[in-house]
């Protein structure tokens, strides 16, 4: 009886000691490290918008799909856009158009200034010589060498002459305004075709958006939309999700935060795989709580105030050292576990 006391006084005995031995590393554990459970991987998560409105065509992606950058993967019915390219087209022709005879009216118009320089020359000599014989003829009358008629006629060629001098002279002014006119319509013509290639280049543009494209690699989403179905400018179709950059966004209680440096070490471990163990690094820290970020954020001026301790998200990088095939199996949203020492 005696000796069955003793091996049961020996085996709880065991017990006891195993079970300080436990607690006393476990707190020491807990002294020498800050650890979070409240933690997630994270991922880019690229959403892909339709950038022209339109009726979907075709569909050439399925969800959870992998994808790369460039890939097609939806095209909206472009023939509106076809349309608009077309008359885009023709809008930038006109406007050449235009300008051809813009251009074709200041060469006649300056060619006319030249032949109206030319004219207006001759009867000045005209003009001149008209007026010396009029002189002249004005003394042969007084001396009667000529006949009354033979003066008329010489003083109304002057007057004539100078007449179509006149004439000339207001032709020429008509014309230069003419030329200015037309250089005018030259400038207006040449915006109106910096304004038709811009209407082309915007048509351009928006056809080309009527085939959506794969903005990064990773792998496809949930798939939402139908062919047939009408989209419109800035709506959502899919979303990428990035499959280079991982990482984990940890909240730590701000009575952790002074252990917490940017550089530091870290171990994780992720739910899913619960007897690997991944290497990280602090990259950054965030300047507030996250409740600050929060869409309604704490107002404790007003009611009653209990005080609860918050949290500050700090980003950790996984390290270059971690298995790669791993990693790739990770995916955004999964728990961890995030330990640093002190």
Partial sequence: MKKKNLAFNIFFGLIAVAAIVIATRYFFHLSTREMSDDAQVQQLLSPVN????????????TEFQQVHKG?????IDPGDYLVQRSLAEAGLLDAQAGKSVAQSTVSTVQSNLSISDANIGEIRARLWNAEKNLQRYEILLKQESITQQQ?????SDYESLKARLLSLEN???????????????VSVNEANIKRAEANLEMANLNLSYTVILAPCDGTIGRKTIIVGQLVQQGQ??????DDKQKWVTVNFREKQMPQVQV??????????????????????????????????PTDNATGNFVKVQQRIPVRVEFTADNDKALLSQLRAGMNAVVTISK
Avoid: W
């Fill in 236 to 241: 959502p179709i899919v979303s990428v999700v």
């Fill in 50 to 61: 339709a950038r022209v409105g339109g009726y979907i065509r075709e569909i050439r992606f």
């Fill in 263 to 296: 550089g530091k070490k870290v171990r994780i471990h992720i739910d899913a795989f619960p007897d690997k163990e991944f290497s990280g690094q602090v990259q950054s820290i965030a300047t507030a709580t996250g409740a600050v970020f929060s869409m309604v």
């Fill in 151 to 155: 003066y008329d006629q010489a003083a």
């Fill in 71 to 75: 890939d097609t993967l939806v095209i």
């Fill in 171 to 185: 032709v020429k002014t008509a014309s230069s305004r003419s030329v200015t006119e037309a250089s005018n319509r």
